[in-house]
């Protein structure tokens, strides 16, 4: 870490990301989390609930182990971080649940499909409490995704039991919630969302499971929850909280489609699950959006009102080097 990015325990950042920067950390982010699939679809024994306290436990660790590199003790940056993160936390674990409980439930071309509406949640929630508006090029780029995930999910479209319909459309509205959170909020730690959101299905999942079938699980298994949620998402998901905040809402939502276009592909590769032609032309067409999307937002920093507010401590949290000396 260069010099001029550590603070001390009371310094405040003040360098900030490009909103172009903003939206590349947040593009990668959900290219990160695009993986997931694989290791979920590379389990032998484990179930769902199995998979996700292996996958909450690493995440929280992972998380906690980052702010303890660069100098600050996690439970004091959770005790500190205020009720807005914690709920964040929290309805970031309720996200992770959703998707594997609905996956179990429901087909993936329906919550795909369902997915593509985060962003459109996102910017109602972004215009209602925070009063950002929706600008021209965001709006087309999000008709245009919607259009290609309409095209992949078209011809396997199918439906589930009500429980698993319901947990895919409440899934997008969280989405929207959270980004909404994390931007409007301070914080000193961008992963303490994943620590109480990790622990808090760690807990909530293996209470399930001991109740159940147990925890005791092949290595390869076990292995597969901690790459889910120690690598891709304890590692991934704070770099995500930094980045947004200088990234209005719906763009953010909208970039994370990235996510739901390329785990197909990945799955095409390894294990060779035959993705169809229509979900290779719908998701060129979501991901052309969200690149063109991305091109286009080399406009001014994050909102001024919520740069003031955020209040980041130097050194905690990762910064591009490119913001460094500008």
């Known amino acids: 870490m260069l010099p001029a990015q550590i603070g001390t325990e009371g310094m405040k950042m003040t360098r900030t990301v490009t909103r172009l920067q903003g939206s590349l950390m947040i593009l990668a982010s959900g290219v990160m989390f695009s993986f997931g699939a694989l290791t979920f679809r590379a389990l032998v024994e ?81 215009r209602i409490f925070l009063r950002e508006s929706v600008s021209r090029d965001t709006v087309i780029a999000m008709l245009v995704a919607t259009v290609g995930v309409g095209i992949m999910v078209g011809a396997g479209f199918g439906t589930g039991d009500a429980l698993g319909i319901l947990l895919a459309l409440v899934l997008p509205m969280f989405l929207g919630g959270y980004t909404v959170l994390i931007r409007s909020s301070p914080i000193r730690d961008p992963g303490v969302p994943t620590i109480v959101g990790g622990f808090a299905v760690a807990v909530a999942a293996g209470a399930v499971s001991l109740a159940g079938p147990g925890l005791v699980l092949p290595l390869r298994d076990v292995a597969m929850g901690f790459i889910g949620g120690g690598v891709l998402v304890g590692a991934a998901t704070p770099i995500f909280n930094y980045a947004h905040r200088f990234v209005p809402p719906a763009d953010t939502a909208l970039l994370l489609i990235s996510e739901i276009v390329l785990a197909p592909l990945w799955l095409w590769i390894w294990p060779g699950e035959v993705p169809t032609t229509s979900t290779l032309v719908g998701g060129g067409v979501a991901l052309a959006a969200v690149i063109w999307l991305t091109v286009r937002t080399t406009g001014p920093k994050g909102s001024l009102r919520l740069r003031r507010a955020v209040g980041l401590h130097a050194g905690a949290v990762p910064v591009d080097p490119g913001s460094v000396g500008r």
């Not at 292996?54 to 940056?77: D, E, Q, T, W």
């Open 46 to 126: 484990a179930d769902a609930w199995q998979y996700l306290f292996y996958r909450g436990l690493s995440a929280g660790l992972v998380a906690a182990l980052m702010i303890v590199m660069v100098g600050r003790n996690p439970i004091r940056s959770v005790a500190e971080a205020g009720a807005r993160q914690i709920v964040a936390g929290l309805v970031l674990g309720a996200m992770f649940t959703l998707f594997i409980v609905a996956l179990s439930r429901v087909t993936a071309a329906f919550i795909l499909l369902l997915q593509v509406t985060s962003p459109f949640f996102a910017a109602l929630m972004g």
